[in-house]
């Protein structure tokens, strides 16, 4: 859901109330067909961007815990049925190596949606 403020245009993706503007500037509904007079004076391709990476960044972080601990347990149970030193080594490496693919999608996550969500970033 995209709102925008009718005073200051500012674009929120969700809420009652425009925080710059006050309780009285009530947010509206971009899909609301009484907002569509405010749609041509608005950029909105800029939130929408902003929106859309967000979401990316979300998935990238979703599929990055269940691969690093899909990929963490298939390590470690490799490791369970070997004794010894190996054996340890193997259930570290599940750990470690499940913590390190979270930390690829997530840096990677947080990397594109700074790249592709900042404010400054001309369209
Ligand atoms: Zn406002």
Known sequence: MLKVCPNCRETFAGGRACPDCGPDALLLDVADPATQALLPELNLA????RFYAARRALIQFF???TFGVATGLLLFRHGVGVGGEAGFLWKVGGIIG??????VFVVAGTIHARRHASRDREI
Request: net charge positive.
């Open 98 to 103: 499940g913590l390190a693919v979270m930390a």
């Open 63 to 65: 599929v990055g815990l």
């Open 46 to 49: 800029r939130p929408i961007r």
